[in-house]
């Protein structure tokens, strides 16, 4: 027995050793070693194996917006539906809390331990060890090598449940007096403190819990555990999985237990450091000096809290070094504010406090970054490698939030010019603000309570869309019936959770908004809903039915007993001899729908559902398209496959019977996918990977909004944080595509589970995608000194880059506020539209030679009206997207036309001004009468025609004047001032001509329409053309002829 004892003493000693040498100060630990060592105990002390930690973006989890605790990514492997990745776990695991009962965003800053980026070392047991060894664990790492005394410890344990039905966890507590513990310092308390639950249903259990008193020295404090004070805090908790909750509220030991164990490392690291406050450590010091570094004359950091930070500099250092963290972490992680408000929330708060606080209006958060990668990074090696990609999104957030003051201030303060008691609420902060007021407004104008006149609400960027509000209308309504009951002055509860669901606002804010308007909300009802929607949220099951019919459906099946479609068959396929075999499969029909009933039995040309048993038809998934082919059951029927959707595991073939007596349910068949298409799709899918791969490879961010793959294209579309993307991007996107096809790599296609799928580097995820937790299929492409693809995806892919062929970008277009839309061909599509592309560009050299043919030329109008016209429609050819083309040439191509077009112009143009010149003075010569009215017969319809110029050469007559420019008839009149009279004027004179072309006229900006009067561009149809002008050129003459004499025209 002496030997174990002694070995055991030499790990300690070895251990201890290892743990001084990492702290390479003579004065407290450090950060970095503190985490190393918890880890290093765990891993290398107590056989438990290392899981990096899961990024702060919950992939597998749509009921969070970040991941806020060290068992999120564990969640499944206690519901059961995953295996545990090993027996015994540890990690330091990256963890954001915003808002919700676990943190208040706006209590960050104002106390020295709430923040929203924190780390949690947690240990972890899947059906290994459970209480005892977790508590000896827990215990010896404090007290043996963290060196805590424990006379500053307490613990507390499950003292039992009577509503419950549960007895007190006095193993737990038989634990601690085993380990030692004092029994006056071993405390019990109810389930609000030490039972822990996942949610309404599902795993739970007891918790023990390690409080530290703050205060050296302090003899006994027990009676401060649990009491909210800052001076006593929890620093760990242990937690039991034994018990599973049943709907009906009933608990039933499981089967397996879980030992899940938690620590804050900012709290662990401020004890251990001797420090009072969590940001007096070496966590955070680094940025105080940072801030106090490169701001405006502020005093350095003191560590006042309340009232004793007159000035607020101190609250202002905490928030910015706490949110600087977050939104470091956040970035690097993949994570985007325009799809999180919570995070551009926290971004913009930081900016302000940056703006206001330190006099800094740009920058400072973008230099604290490189901080945060000092002290995170060797950790979390992705902080490192995507730093340029963060400070590029928070420099281009600092952009949008400075345009966001130009335009929204102006229109909040509008607001509060009326009511002034909103100043207390910042717009920058919520961008939702605005527009949930107007909300707000719209509910209460209904119920004839408002208290501002209408009149008063600012009409300039605040006023809703007349679309817009009739629907507010119509919803606020049926809210004002529905509240007909209750209190004038009560906001509805449902109304209230709009507005926190909606638009972001929290309830404080909301309260205020009603009582500024003179109105309270209904507080409980609104608790209400809130708790009502989490719980949905934490359903286990989630249907993927898009309606009621759907839902219906698979409601029949459900009740009919039927498993869900096997469908692994349609990742089997395979090539032989240069070609895609796509296997068919025999299956059975299990099931008819038919208007959403189901039916035993379908004939011809009945469209209908066919439900299989196994299937290895592709569903629209990942924003590839569905396969389509036919059912040939065994006599022979066939049914043809339009398309294939999944409605919650159940695949349902849509489709009809184009041969053959029908379908009925048990028939046997033999499913057969259209290879063609399903090629098709394979193609632009991959490349769809590629096209992404290359484009972070281009450009520093850019961030997957959609895709949708079909057999004969591929659409992404995606957005561009400070960069702009231009023709060379999309010449070097082709080039590297390109290559990768050419250079024929192996597509490789594997699974993995979600904790494996964490170790990976470099891998794509789509933003706000969630992904599953067993089996996340990644393809993955690498070619050497190019670019690597790695992306999680369903769909189906070609198994070799060389497949894809040929690949060619045919569009980009803008698809909403700073997303682009790129769409790309592969195969024989993309070589047709070289084709294409080659064969316009020949168009274009013909048409350029033969418009320079003519300008060497004299060049009759005429003639260049006829070239005009050639270029228009070869234009038009270009610009209508009919034809796919490559984007490079239309690029390329259109300019080529607009420069030949402006050279066609400017010598049409001086052909136009000699032949005017001639015409005006020709007439001018031969007229004998005391006015003029004429048709330019030197009009043209590619170029403006000179009127104003022409009139002047007629300063001493009357003189009214059409042309046919730009394609439009226009007119133009003078009348010298001493022929002006009561009855004859240029505005009377332009009238006889207005009414026969019904066109409309105006006198020139700033003169006198009694001399000067025109006639606005008007078309006219071209059966008429030359009827219309003839009528109006005799009613003008009629009309001069009236008051001035005859006239020869």
Known sequence: MRIPNQRHHLIKLCFCLRFIRQ????????AKAIRQSFIDYFVQDHRHTFLRSS????ICDPTVAFVNAGMNQFKSVFLGTIRAPCLRAANSQKCIRVGGKHNDLDVVGTDGYHHTFFEMLGSWSFGDYFKEEACKQAWDLLTGKYGLNPSRLYVTYFGGDCVLGLEPDLETRDIWRHIGVSQDRILAFGSNDNFWEMGVTGPCGPCTEIHVDHIPGRQFAADRVNRGHSDLTEIWNLVFIQYNRSADGRLKELPCRYVDTGMGLERLVAILQGKQSNYDTDLFQPLFKAIHKLSRNVPVYRGRFEDEDEMGFDTGYRILADHARMMTVALADGMFPDQNYKLRRVMRKAMLVSQQKFGVESGLITELTNYVADSLGETYPEIRNR??????IINHEEEVL??????????WHKILSVKPELCNLDILEMPGLIAGYHELKAYISLTGSDTTKASTMPSAGAKLEESYTNKLMEENIELCENNKDSPGVMIPAKLAFKLYDTYGLEETVIQELARVEGFQIDVNGFRHLLNVARAQTKESFRSDAENEQVQEIFNQLVKLGLDFTENTEKYSYVKENDKYVFPSMECEVKAIIVNGKVVPKIGQDTHCSVILDRSNFYHKAGGQASDTGQLVTNDGTQFHVTDVTNSGGYLLHHGYVTKGNGVCIGDTATVEVNGDHRLGKMRNHTATHLLNAALHKTLTVTCQKSSRVTESNLVFEFS?????????NIVQLEEMVQKCVQAAIPVKQYTVSSN??????NVTLVPGEVYPEEEIRVIEVEADGLLTSREACCGTHVLNTGDIRDFCVVGLKTAGSGVLSLKAVTGDY???ARQHGHHMAQEVVALHAEVEGFIGSKMSAH???????KLQELKQKLVSGTQNLPYTVRSEELLKIENISKRLKENARGSLRDALETEMQTLLATNQSSFLVHFLQCSSTTDTVPLQKATRMCPHIPVLLLAHSEGLIKARCCVPEALVSRNFSAQLWMQSVLQVLRAQGAAPRGQNPCLVFYMKGKKLPPADFKTLVKDALHSASEFAKLHLGPAKT
């Open 23 to 30: 702290d390479h100060s003579a004065g407290p630990l450090s």
């Open 55 to 58: 990024p702060v973006v919950p």
């Open 387 to 392: 730093l340029k990609q963060v400070q590029l």
């Open 402 to 411: 400075r345009l966001l003051r130009l335009e929204a201030v102006d229109k």
């Open 720 to 728: 561009i944080y400070g960069e702009t993307l231009n023709i060379q």
């Open 756 to 761: 494996q799928f964490f170790s990976l580097e």
């Open 830 to 832: 993309a070589t047709s």
């Open 863 to 869: 003639q260049a009206e006829q070239l005009n016209v």
